[in-house]
């Protein structure tokens, strides 16, 4: 007995030795880097955060789970994993997971609280790992651009980049203030192709945009293809301003742009504008002219000279046919009809127009939203005002019991030139510098329509002057993410001064996303920016 106690002794000895050997050698796990949560450059500014003066580190380790077995949930968690894997070269790997995985990982679920609304989330970030919770998909989504936002700028390089990959700790809760935040894009002046439309999509999803209102038709060009009126396209899609060979989208195409936009929550708004602006249809088919003679494609800018023969038939039989086949590719509820510059309409023929197009939107199962001057006729149940110059139409509209989707003119375009100097862009409306694109408000800037009655925020950008999908990030950028936060962040959370400082700090964000921006003197941006243009 004495000597197997010995024995026994011996080799606890010798097992404590190897510990202490494998101990010593061993990496030893350093301690969370202390970062403030509330010094991050969040754009839109959340609703609340609470910082824990910790951070959470991205590892080798680390994986994305999601709650259960949900495709869609897999969906946005491989979406994650795309915009992180190439920078970090982590080979972080997608799970469900019926519980809350281990320490080092990032977690998504859903958790049906209504507090958190359709698009809200909470975001609680710890030294043992990341959990994403929001009511719907749609809210992870939102809350991923977040996470996005809380690693370092490099995370969005297409290329693998030197780490660490740190997130300050702490928690977010974030609900957005109006329903609907967008941008428009005008591919009727200048043709954009599939990948270009895309690229804009995936600019303003960053950004928690859900809306993107494409302007499909004008004078200078028809761009998707109806098949019942099929010379739409091919006859009034082959030129543009400048009289370049223009272009169309084809159903298949234009349905996988709407397909793309819904994977990142953005529903698309397509714009068939009539009874103006309509020269490239009245060019495809004579019998759309009071006269019943073609017109000549076009190529200007001039506005204001076109109409549809609003007393004929066959203008209404065209209507209900490009409406249907439109709505048949557009899962979303909205219809945009258009209505502005119709300066050649007589106003008896207008009114009863634009009452007329609303019931045939309305007859195929979407909601119309047409500019500001269709609230001159009479606007129909769920119909919406899009306001652009006359504030007496949004006022008439709002006591039609319409809503107004804000996108004033001398704010909101995009394609306004940011001072005399800006190569691309127009003045008309007004020079828009980032500050002035930043400081409005969109429930108090038009006197008698209250924050009850917005709809939302729409940032257009017309393209008379760009051509090139670089030139069109140039005006959007930087001014975009400004109206995203004036869209999701409540007013008295927004300030310029505050707003600067993060947007300055995006620089090399938006170096890193290869976006061409205008490097406005009025920030102090955190890199220099090497111009493409």
Known sequence: MPTL??????????????????????????????????????????????????????????????????????????????????????????KSSSQAPGAGNIYLSLNKDGLLGNEGYSLDITPEGVHLEAKSPAGLFMGVQTI??????????????????????????????????????????????????????????????????????????????????????????????????????????????????????????????????????????????????ARELYTGTEVGFSTLCTKNEITYKFIDDVIRELAAMTPGPFIHIGGDESHVTKKEDYIPFVNRVQGIVLSHGKQAIGWDEIALGTLKKGAFVQHWADVDNA???????????????????????????????????????????????????????????VLGIEAPLWSETVDQIEEVEYMVFPRLPGYAEIGWSAASARNWDGYKKRLGAHGPRFTAMGINYYPSKLVDWKEEKGKKN
């Open 395 to 453: 006022v008439n509209a709002v006591k039609q019991g319409s809503k107004v989707l804000m996108s004033p003119a001398r704010k909101a375009y995009m394609d306004m030139q940011y001072d005399s100097t800006t190569q691309w862009g127009l003045h008309w409306a007004a020079y828009i510098e980032v500050d002035s694109a930043y400081i409005w408000d969109p429930g108090t800037l038009v006197p008698g329509v209250a924050q009850k009655d």
């Open 5 to 94: 106690r010995i024995s026994n002794f011996g080799s606890a000895l010798l097992l404590l030795a190897v510990l202490t050997t494998f101990m010593a050698c061993a990496p030893k796990k350093s301690p969370p880097v202390p970062m403030d949560l509330a010094q991050e450059s969040i754009i839109p500014i959340p609703m609340s955060v609470k910082a824990t003066n910790s951070s959470f580190e991205l590892t080798s380790a680390t994986d994305i789970y999601v709650q259960g077995d949900s495709k869609e949930l897999l969906k946005i968690g491989q979406y994650l994993a795309d915009k992180l894997n190439p920078s970090t070269g982590l080979g972080i790997a997608v």
């Open 148 to 293: 996005r936002q809380l690693l370092p700028a490099e995370v969005e390089s297409s290329s693998k980049q030197e780490g660490p990959w740190r997130m300050a700790s702490g928690t977010i809760q974030d609900i957005p203030t109006y329903a609907v935040r967008g941008a428009m894009f005008d591919v009727a002046r200048h043709f954009f192709s599939v990948e270009d439309t895309k690229r804009f999509i995936d600019l303003i999803a960053a950004y928690k945009m859900n809306t993107m209102h494409l302007h499909l038709s004008d004078d200078q060009g028809w761009r998707i293809e109806i098949k019942s009126w099929p010379k739409l396209a091919e006859h009034g899609g082959k030129t543009q301003v400048g009289g370049g060979k223009g272009g169309y989208y084809t159903q298949e195409q234009y349905k996988d742009i709407v397909q793309y936009a819904l994977d990142r929550y953005i529903t698309i708004i397509p714009e068939i504008d009539m009874p103006g602006h309509t020269n490239a249809a009245l060019a495809a088919y004579p019998e759309l002219n009071c006269d019943g003679k």
